[in-house]
């Protein structure tokens, strides 16, 4: 499986931002695939993440309530719908997919990743 990771920009604190995350290859219906975010000088961390089956979700709680994970089958594509948009968000953002359907938010666990889409919020 490949990731394509894209939508990223420079937006206003407030703003909202759609990243998408195209796939290559066959997803399977346990895959796991999820969300993550790196800041300049900090480590990686979950931001949110999605069965592909059956579309159960779980997302971090610094996003819980502004931030929207789905997928499009159809597509191959996953999204994350980010509102209330804060310069606390601003990072690059990276889909990633766990083929073994763990459901962690451990970055360890993704055995795929896509090559990141940066996100800047100006306050």
């Known amino acids: 499986v490949q990731l394509q990771a894209s939508g990223g920009g420079l937006v206003q604190a407030g703003d909202s931002l759609r990243l998408s995350c195209a796939a290559s290859?066959?997803?399977?219906?346990?895959?796991?695939l999820g969300w993550f975010r790196q800041a300049p000088g900090k480590e990686r961390e979950f931001v949110a993440m999605?069965?592909?089956?059956?579309?159960?979700?779980s997302y971090a709680e610094s996003v819980k309530g502004r931030f929207t994970i789905s997928r499009d089958k159809a597509k191959n594509t996953m999204y994350l719908e980010m509102d209330s948009l804060t310069p606390d968000d601003a990072a690059v953002y990276y889909c990633?997919?766990?083929?073994?359907?763990?459901?962690?938010?451990?970055?360890?666990?993704?055995?795929?990743w896509g090559q990141g889409t940066l996100v800047t919020v100006s306050s």
């Open positions: 290859g066959r997803i399977f219906s346990s895959a796991v």
């Open positions: 990633a997919a766990d083929r073994n359907g763990q459901f962690s938010s451990r970055a360890v666990e993704y055995d795929y």
């Open positions: 999605l069965r592909w089956g059956v579309g159960r979700t």
